[in-house]
C-alpha cells in the first residue's frame, strides 16, 4: 500500500453510509474471488491467499486501534511507525500459524468491528482529522477511502491471477 502524501479534503463521497457501501463492495468482490482461488499457490512470491488475507486484516486491525484513539481524544496510535513495508511483514508473520480457517475468520471479524467503530462514530470525530496508523494525518473518510483502495488493488491482482494460476504475479503483495 503506498499512501498518498497529501490526502483529498472532505466531498459529498464523505458520508458515511456511501463510505462504508463503497468499502463493503470491494470486501465483497475478494470473497468471490476467494472461491475461485487455488488457495494454496502463491498469488504473489512467498504470498498464498492466507498470506494476503493476513495483510488485509493486520490493516484493518491498525486502522481499529487508530481510530478506537481517535474516538477516545488519547495520543494516536502508529503500529506503521517502522515504515509500511516492517509493517506488512510482521503482520503476516504474526499470523503465520494461522490456519485459513483462522485467518479467514479474524479477516472477517476484524472487518465487523471496524464498519461497527465507523458506524457508531460521533459525527464530530467522524469529520475530525486524525493520523493514520502509518504516521500522516486526514479525515476517516479519506483513511477508509485508502484502504478501500488497498483491497482494490488486491482484488484486481487475484483477477489477473486466476488468469494464470501456474506462476505468482511478478511483484510484491504489498
Known sequence: MNPPLILQKPNDKDDKDILLLSFEKTRLKIEKLLNKSDLNKELYPGWTIRHLLAHITGWDEAT?????????GQPPIIPADKGINEFNSRTVKARQNMDYVQVIHEWQSQRK????????????????????PWGIKGTVASLINILREHEEEHAQDITEWLKHTDEPLGKVGY
Open 64 to 72: 481499529i486501534e487508530s481510530l478506537r484513539a481517535h474516538i477516545a
Open 113 to 132: 468491528l471496524l464498519r461497527v467503530i465507523i458506524e457508531k462514530m460521533p459525527k464530530d470525530k467522524f469529520v475530525e482529522p486524525l493520523i493514520f
